[in-house]
Every structure is written in C-alpha cells, then in structure tokens.
C-alpha cells in the first residue's frame, strides 16, 4: 500500500509562487503515474499535472506554462511548482498515485490565492 503526504500549501498572493510536495512511501520507480489534482468548493476534482514511471508529463491547458510536475527518485517525492497563481486556482490539492492497478491519494493541502 502506497501513502501519500502532502505539504507546502498556504496563502499567497495573486501572481505568486508555491511548490507543492508530494512523498511516497514507496519508491517512485514502481509507481505508474503520480499525479496532482485539484478540487474547488463545489466542483469536481480536476487533474493539473501528472507524471508517469518513464517521466512522462501531462497537463491540461489551464496549468500549461504556469504548473510544472518533477519528481526526486532519491527522496521518492514529487512536486508540483505553481507560478502566475490566480484567485481561481485556490483549491485543496491531492496527490495521486496510481500503482499495480491500485489508486491511492494524499490528504490534500490548501492552496488560497488571494490579496
């Protein structure tokens, strides 16, 4: 079983900065995809970012050139940086993992992006 913690969520300012981590409990070398997904209050879940065993990323166009996913195989821990944050992108933010066939997810952490 895989276990996910998250950190680095906070407050910050429209046109800020904030890096997200995500540590595994595992090695990341023997999980098919990491990603990060989003929810709002009163919407769905949504994917940001994702990354998969062979370093492979995927985002959808609302994080394209503002969200960034990289992971660390030494310290089995993937982040998320997240540039130009808009009000909009205030959320709680998963991790997510998906490994032999088995889906997992983090605690989430709160982002707020507000002046």
């Known amino acids: 079983q895989v276990q996910l913690v998250e950190s680095g969520g906070g407050l910050v300012q429209p046109g800020g900065s904030l890096r997200l981590s995500c540590a595994a409990t595992?090695?990341?070398?023997?999980?098919?995809?990491i990603g990060w997904y989003r929810q709002a209050p009163g919407k769905q879940r949504e994917l940001v970012a994702g990354?998969?065993?062979?370093?492979?990323?995927n985002y959808p166009d609302s994080a394209k050139g503002r969200f960034t996913i990289s992971r660390d195989n030494v310290k089995n821990t993937v982040y998320l940086q997240m540039n130009s944050l808009k009000p909009e992108d205030t959320a709680v933010y998963y991790c997510?993992?998906?490994?032999?066939?088995?889906?997992?997810w983090g605690q989430g952490t709160q982002v707020t992006v507000s002046s």
């Open positions: 595992e090695s990341i070398f023997s999980i098919d995809y």
């Open positions: 990354i998969g065993r062979s370093g492979m990323t």
């Open positions: 997510y993992a998906n490994s032999r066939a088995m889906a997992y």
